[in-house]
């Protein structure tokens, strides 16, 4: 791990330090949201192939956050597992961007018990399809994404997080 890469995990480990027990996903969402608007820290991330810039840009307001699967005991775990990561030499900062990358999905997407008609895995995220604004679920097993009447995607449609109806 580089020192700048060490430095910036420092810096998210300093900004959690206020969380405990009873922090909430929004509370968690505007810690990293916050650290990740400094561009060295998105840039780093960007080498590695994960463009994080568009949940900056997201008003986490509008999205279902408070049914993010993150309980508070992961919360602190997460706070606990960033301390540790900092504390390993051998640790590759690619893990910690696949890391950082799967907690801000956990927040954003709504998760939802819904069996996937192709794998009859239990687990879908809630997407919706760019354009057209219908509900999509992608399983989290297999990848395939379905409508909500279970007829497959076919086309190369975008899929996008919903945001709240107002």
Not at 19 to 48: A, C, H, P, R
């Amino acid at each position: 791990m580089s020192h700048l890469e060490k430095k910036y995990i420092l810096e998210l480990d300093s900004a959690l330090s206020d969380l405990d027990d009873s922090s909430t996903s929004f509370e968690l969402l505007e810690i990293i949201i916050s650290w990740l608007s400094n561009d060295f820290v998105i840039n780093e991330f960007k080498k590695l192939g994960y463009d994080f810039s568009k949940y900056v840009h997201m008003e986490p307001e509008k999205y279902p956050i408070e049914k993010s699967i993150l309980s508070k005991e992961e919360i602190v775990y997460f706070k606990n597992n960033i301390r540790r990561k900092k504390l390993n030499k051998k640790f590759k900062f690619q893990y910690f961007a696949q890391y950082i990358r799967d907690t801000l999905e956990h927040l954003f997407i709504e998760h939802i018990e819904r069996a996937c008609p192709n794998c009859e895995w239990g687990e879908m995220q809630k997407l919706e399809e760019k354009g057209t604004h219908k509900d999509v679920y992608l399983c989290t097993q297999c990848g395939n994404a379905f409508y909500a009447d279970n007829s497959q995607i076919i086309s190369n449609s975008s899929l996008v997080i919903p945001i709240k109806p107002s």
